[in-house]
């Protein structure tokens, strides 16, 4: 493992970028570059995007709020953050966030440690190019997140059945 002793220099646009459905993530920092020891993460929150209700085992994540507006829940807790609020969700915690409103939301998530980024490179779709909008998930997009969730420590709750 190696950590890049000159440091990391990010400019905006740049970095590995995926879509998870409709959202936009861009690892500014991955954990080859951090000695595993973290990965940085901006996300692009689509009208109606975000995550569903989940679980890491090996992962810490905090949340800082660039702009916009998401709905977060931590365990039994509902909260609405807006741009400048931070949020941290210790290993174990349900959450999940939700952009509610009708206007895309950016926010940044730092994992510690690093690993979560490989989840994502996996079940994301990679950005070649231009950005253009995420499609939505496909029953085969959500059948792949749930059959490798697992391999990472994630446990992802289901909806409950009507």
Not at 133 to 149: F, H, Q, R, V, Y
Request: net charge negative.
């Amino acid at each position: 493992m190696t950590i890049h002793q000159s440091g990391l220099f990010v400019q905006p646009g740049q970095g590995r970028s995926y879509y998870f459905g409709q959202d936009l993530y861009t690892f500014k920092a991955i954990g080859e570059e951090t000695g595993e020891a973290y990965a940085l993460c901006e996300i692009i929150v689509a009208p109606q995007g975000g995550t569903p209700p989940h679980r890491h085992s090996r992962e810490n994540e905090s949340f800082y709020i660039q702009d916009g507006e998401i709905e977060f829940q931590l365990d039994d807790r509902i909260l609405v953050a807006t741009a400048g609020t931070f949020l941290h969700s210790p290993k174990g915690q349900l959450h999940r966030f939700t952009n509610t409103t009708a206007t895309p939301a950016k926010i940044l998530v730092w994992v510690t440690p690093a690993g979560f980024e490989k989840f994502i490179a996996e079940v994301g779709k990679a950005v070649n190019g231009q950005i253009t909008p995420g499609a939505s998930l496909s029953s085969e997009d959500l059948n792949k997140i749930l059959i490798t969730a697992p391999k990472y420590g994630i446990e992802i709750i289901p909806p409950p059945s009507e």
